[in-house]
């Protein structure tokens, strides 16, 4: 079945730092979405990506879909201590009409 | 809109009793889904639903049922609760299949 596999599993950074999880998936994609999970909340919803090549931006948040759209990427800039959280990737595969297989998570931490 | 619902918080079960988790969703979302969330395991799909008297297995179905009777309810039943069943239960609804709405999750302990 799908795979969605998700680098790194954990990445603590200083605030100030900037910040990348990455999203590899065994088979193409038609879609992927991007979801924050605060400790000890729910994942919420934060984009996505339907086009190859797509790029999107939410202020310090970079969001691209590769060429090929198996991998995708998050990239935050100048981390902030809001910034801390789970950022989970999602993938549908176009034979599919709904399921969403989640990668596993990146948890990211920031020092202040 | 109090968007998606779920009760109970909390549960801690014996091995071998049954539950049900509710959620309730009041966007009038046609897609609903249950998953669980295991730590380092991300978010697992158990059952969904696509509409009103149709539903679906996802990856980890075993031992969950599923019925969905009405566009807001989505209810999982644990038919005789195992500790490996022991997780976070979160629920989502979607109007398109695309963005998920989640709901606060319940944490079921069994022991």
């Known amino acids: 079945g799908q795979q969605v596999m998700q680098i790194p599993q954990y990445q603590h950074v200083q605030e100030g730092e900037d910040f990348t999880t990455y999203c590899n998936s065994s088979?193409?994609?038609?879609?992927i979405q991007w979801y924050k999970q605060r400790p000890g909340g729910h994942p919420v919803f934060l984009i996505q990506?339907?086009?190859?090549?797509e790029v999107k931006k939410q202020k310090r948040l970079t969001f691209q879909f590769g060429e090929a759209k198996k991998n995708s990427s998050l990239h935050i800039t100048a981390t902030q201590t809001t910034d801390v959280g789970t950022y989970f990737c999602?993938?549908?595969?176009?034979?599919?009409?709904?399921?969403?297989?989640f990668g596993k998570g990146t948890l990211l931490t920031v020092n202040p | 809109n109090a968007g998606v619902t779920q009760t109970p918080k909390f549960q801690v079960l014996k091995t071998g009793q049954s539950m049900t988790l509710q959620c309730a969703q009041d966007?009038?979302?046609?897609?609903m889904s249950w998953y669980r969330q295991d730590p380092g395991m991300g978010l697992r799909l158990i059952h969904y639903?696509?509409?009103?008297?149709?539903?679906d297995q996802g990856e980890v179905p075993n031992g969950y049922n599923v019925s969905r009777s009405t566009t807001e309810d989505f209810p999982l039943r644990l038919l005789s609760a195992a500790p490996s069943q022991t997780s976070v239960y979160f629920c989502?609804?979607?109007?398109?299949?695309?963005?998920?709405?989640f709901g606060p999750g319940t944490r079921l302990t069994v022991t």
């Open positions: 966007m009038n979302h046609e897609y």
């Open positions: 639903s696509v509409g009103a008297g149709i539903t």
């Open positions: 990506l339907v086009k190859s090549g």
């Open positions: 989502a609804s979607s109007r398109t299949a695309y963005e998920q709405y």
């Open positions: 088979t193409t994609l038609s879609n």
């Open positions: 999602a993938g549908k595969s176009g034979g599919s009409n709904y399921k969403l297989t």
